[in-house]
């Protein structure tokens, strides 16, 4: 990786020694440069070209367990200096600690990129392909009224320091290609939705056909045309592999997070070692999948990624620990302080976080149920922090009935919580998959990837209208 600096180490090493004189026992700045860049396709046109340069530093002043944070869009000394006093206003103090000499490293790059956004002179080849996903969607029924893609990408370059010693810069590249389809039929109206993500240039269109993407979205819309209502009840379900991940994501991660962990708002904050799922259940989340949409090189607060195991065998073995939340509850970081933005102080967050492949086909678990849903792609839903209670909608579902996959259906919703979820599922697939998303809490909105094999509940109480 290329080294490059956003900011005068000799400047960002004045307002860090400021800082400390005003009694702070860290002090850290944040600094990133963000270019971005979209390509929008409505009714077969090109619907917008937009795009930006952004720059700013956040500074983060730690006294105790207490964060005061701030940011500017200027890299003038005496804008920043100006921002620290404010800060430390009612917190200053007699110096507590002393800052280290800066230690400058360059992160190893796990995610190498061939067609980066600064680089990038492709706008022709996106439209082009984007109108590929359009006719092809619209070749697939007269049903399909309408369709829109997008093509979305950014570069986000990052330095930052703290009082001791640390200095590090990252590269990062994100590439999302998104396909909406919409189906229309005797007044009833349905969507499908597909959003592949990477951390990569525009070189991650290579790898998603866009012939395969748009028929899958299409496929999504029609299939739930004249669909049968879904059945009512406490029955076992079959989440299909990928943004089947999104429940555990939600549900689960989220309580393993010491966002929550730390001010024991999660269920889960006193389970350290002890059973909280199905033996068939481990869970990881980590940064390290080359070129996955979650993925990092470093975190947000200048730690190397890493792979850190949540669930093994399903006994609770790790949390997700950033700096504050490893000062807070004793636990190791875990290369997990993520934020949006330098408009955001960093929290503990998830990267990639997924259930372990297991041993079993998605014919056996289908095989295994004489009555119940199979939920090939989930959608969106809502969950109750802390608890993790949720209402997920599904967005592809099919009847089971003896084993067989017998008819679509519509209006599935999964009603359940977390913890209760990882105790029910019995069977594990084979076949992990990862998707991508964004995942919004407290220090913003960042990529994250979610995943999961195919997995077999149980008992989960399934609302709908039949």
């Not at 996903?133 to 049903?143: C, G, I, K, V, Y």
């Not at 991660?253 to 001010?263: N, P, R």
């Amino acid at each position: 990786m290329t080294s490059f600096h956003l900011l005068d180490s000799k400047i960002a090493g004045d307002v860090l020694d400021h800082a400390l004189a005003l009694g702070a026992d860290f002090a850290e700045l944040f600094v990133e440069r963000r270019r971005r860049s979209q390509v929008s396709l409505l009714s077969s046109q090109v619907e917008s070209i937009s795009g930006g340069l952004d720059f700013g530093i956040g500074i983060r002043l730690c006294y105790g367990h207490k964060v005061l944070y701030g940011y500017t869009n200027s890299s003038e000394p005496a804008e920043l200096l100006r921002i620290v006093t404010l800060l430390a206003g009612k917190d200053r103090r007699d110096p507590q600690v002393t800052r280290q000499a800066f230690d400058f490293t360059t992160p190893l790059d796990h995610h190498p990129v061939r067609q980066p956004l600064h680089e990038d002179r492709l706008l022709e080849a996106k439209i082009a392909y984007l109108m590929t996903l359009d006719h092809t969607a619209r070749a697939e029924s007269p049903l399909i009224t309408q369709f829109s893609g997008n093509a979305l990408g950014w570069e986000q370059e990052i330095s930052i320091f703290n009082s001791e010693g640390l200095q590090a810069s990252d590269r990062r590249h994100y590439n999302r290609i998104m396909a909406q389809a919409i189906a229309m039929k005797e007044g009833e109206q349905s969507v499908g939705y597909e959003a592949p993500g990477a951390l990569m240039g525009w070189e991650h269109s290579q790898q998603i056909d866009p012939v395969a993407l748009a028929q899958t979205a299409a496929r999504q819309a029609l299939i739930k045309l004249g669909a049968a209502p879904c059945p009512s009840g406490t029955l076992p379900v079959i989440m299909d592999n990928g943004f089947g991940g999104v429940i555990f994501h939600e549900a689960c991660g989220h309580l393993l997070e010491t966002t929550s962990v730390a001010k024991k708002a999660s269920v889960f904050h006193d389970k350290m070692g002890e059973q909280i799922a199905n033996l068939a259940v481990s869970a990881v989340d980590e940064g390290l999948s080359v070129n996955a949409w979650g993925s990092i090189n470093i975190d947000d607060e200048g730690m190397p990624t890493q792979r850190t195991q949540l669930i093994k065998d399903g006994v609770l073995t790790g949390f997700l620990v950033d700096r504050m939340g490893a000062l807070k509850t004793g636990y190791a970081r875990t290369g997990s302080g993520r934020r949006e933005s330098y408009k955001f102080a960093p929290t503990s967050r998830m990267r990639n976080t997924y259930i372990e492949a297991g041993p079993h086909s998605l014919d056996d678990m289908l095989a295994s149920v004489d009555y119940g849903i199979y939920a090939k792609k989930m959608g969106g839903g809502s969950v109750q922090p802390g608890t993790g209670e949720f209402n997920f909608n599904v967005q592809e579902a099919y009847l089971v009935e003896k084993g067989k996959i017998t008819k679509p259906l519509k209006s599935a919703t999964l009603i359940g919580t977390g913890p209760q979820v990882l105790q029910q599922i019995s069977m594990v697939g084979n076949n992990l998959a990862l998707a991508a998303g964004m995942c919004g809490s407290v220090s913003g909105s960042v990529p994250t990837t979610v995943g999961q094999p195919a997995l077999k509940v149980d008992s989960i109480l399934v609302g709908g209208n039949a």
